[in-house]
């Protein structure tokens, strides 16, 4: 078996290795920061259409995705956290995202990751080996959240401090063991973590992987203003969306960042027969293609917003396929412009 710390490998002969070059994504993982763009909530075991046992029919959901030019997906956590709770045995979302990068080119993969019960080395290793699987197009769903039930199941005792500043804790030992060069020791000395050790293949593709913050909340927020790339406002209506966004751009502007922060609203979409239900945190856009395209335009054309996060209750490829004719309004209104057809994917 190959050290820990030498290349992935595959064995082409017996007794001989050869080393596996890690596959790249046609697209640049960066751009300039600018134009709108669209990620997708991806499904969890609840949803309607929606089979997450099932393999082929999540790869099937993928691939439309993919076709359709949505920019990303973000797959929760299924136990808590960025999901909802659902029956034991749901599949955690580094696996559920595994499916969609394996099924997938171009679509952005974003899952959720637990800084609350997982410790940044395992973080960093496992958001290593999910963007050279991807070939440079995974990112990282910031999920600080923690409850007095997992508390209990784990084992857990809680620690000095906020959720949120144990996850800022985490993302700063993330990033310091992606961008240690190998060979040199990682040293991490901090309130919440002692780090000490070597980088291990795979390393990241991208130069610094994507992050998406999401909670609620100013602490959330300057958090995501020192180190996000995505900010997912939580807001009902758009005069909120306006002010969170503003609010976010002041702390961006105050952390002095070398790139923008993309503010993100969220979205539940009904299509049709489909109409979506009141949610908190989420605007809702009910009506045909045009209705709820031209609600999606207005959104676009706010100067201090850029993307919406899409919850889509209907999973059925007739559904989605509908979305894909909302986001072809888009497309030629010149709001909107995909992924492939820009050339990078964040």
């Known amino acids: 078996m190959a050290p820990l710390d030498e290349p992935t490998a595959t064995s082409a002969a017996p007794g001989r290795w050869q080393v596996v070059t890690p596959p790249r994504s046609p697209l640049r993982s960066r751009g300039d920061g600018t134009g709108f763009q669209i990620g997708v909530l991806w499904p969890t075991d609840d949803c309607a259409g929606a089979k997450a046992g099932d393999p082929a029919q999540q790869s099937r959901l993928a691939a439309q995705l993919e076709r359709i030019g949505v920019d990303y997906v973000a797959v929760p956590e299924q136990t808590t956290g960025t999901g909802p709770v659902t029956a034991v045995g749901a599949w955690p979302a580094n696996l559920r995202a595994v499916q969609v990068i394996l099924a997938t080119r171009t679509l952005g993969v974003v899952s959720a990751q637990r800084t609350s019960y997982v410790h940044p080395v395992h973080l960093a290793r496992t958001g290593s080996h999910l963007d050279w699987l991807s070939g440079g197009r995974w990112g990282a769903w910031v999920d600080p959240v923690r409850t007095d039930a997992e508390d209990r199941l784990l084992g857990w005792t809680p ?19 992606w961008h240690t060069p190998r060979g040199v020791p ?28 999401s909670e609620p909340g100013i602490e959330a927020l300057h958090l995501a203003a020192l180190c996000a790339d995505h900010y997912v406002a939580p807001a009902g209506s758009v005069a909120e969306l306006v002010t969170i966004a503003g609010h976010a751009h002041e702390a961006a502007a105050q952390a002095a960042r070398p790139t923008p922060l993309r503010v993100m609203a969220r979205a539940l979409i009904g299509l049709g027969e489909s109409p979506a239900p009141p ?30 996060l899409v919850e889509l209750p209907d999973w059925s490829a007739e559904a989605v396929d509908l979305f894909g004719f909302v986001l072809d309004r888009l497309r030629a209104a010149g709001l909107w412009t995909s992924s492939g057809d820009r050339g990078y994917t964040w």
């Open 186 to 213: 990682v040293e991490v000395d901090s309130a919440h973590f002692r780090i000490h050790g070597r980088v291990k293949y795979p390393q990241v593709i991208q130069p610094r992987p994507f992050v998406m913050i």
């Open 279 to 308: 949610g908190e945190g989420s605007l809702p856009l009910s009506g045909d293609t045009a209705q709820v395209g031209g609600a999606l335009a207005q959104i676009a054309e706010l100067a201090d917003v850029g993307g919406v």
């Open 159 to 177: 620690e000095p401090g906020t959720p949120l500043e144990r996850a800022a804790a985490s993302l700063e030992a993330v990033s310091a063991i």
